[in-house]
Nanobody, 128 residues
Framework: QVQLVESGGGLVQAGGSLRLSCAAS????????MGWFRQAPGKEREVVGA????????YYADSVKGRFTISRDNAKDTLYLQMNSLKPEDTAVYYC?????????????????????WGQGTQVTVSS
């Protein structure tokens, strides 16, 4: 069973930056494709970015391409999301998640239904 704890959220002005972290425990971190998701009030949860267990392959939602970077440090069992040029529409609760364990080191999982393990979320608020 994988436990995930996010940190790094907060209030930032438009154009600013934040770095989210997600610490994993209870499993073999390296064997999971990982992802960042967000949910704004009144909206469905959506994928922001995802990364393969070896860190080689990544996926980004069109809305964040060129502004957000997902990365992982398998030695520290930690997932990151660097968010630059933040916009008010980025305001949401951000969640990290782990997909089911896989033997495919290049696999990037992007569908919510394939993520059984979730953190509690961290609030990101971007003021205009």
């Amino acid at each position: 069973q994988v436990q995930l704890v996010e940190s790094g959220g907060g209030l930032v002005q438009a154009g600013g930056s934040l770095r989210l972290s997600c610490a994993a425990s209870g499993g073999t971190f390296i064997r999971y494709s990982m992802g960042w998701f967000r949910q704004a009030p009144g909206k469905e949860r959506e994928v922001v970015g995802a990364i393969s267990w070896n860190g080689v392959n990544t996926y980004y939602a069109d809305s964040v391409k060129g502004r957000f970077t997902i990365s992982r440090d398998n030695a520290k069992d930690t997932l990151y999301l660097q968010m630059n040029s933040l916009k008010p529409e980025d305001t949401a609760v951000y969640y990290c998640a782990a997909a089911r364990e896989s033997s495919n080191v290049f696999l990037v999982v992007v569908t919510i239904k394939d993520y059984p393990y979730w953190g509690q979320g961290t609030q990101v608020t971007v003021s205009s």
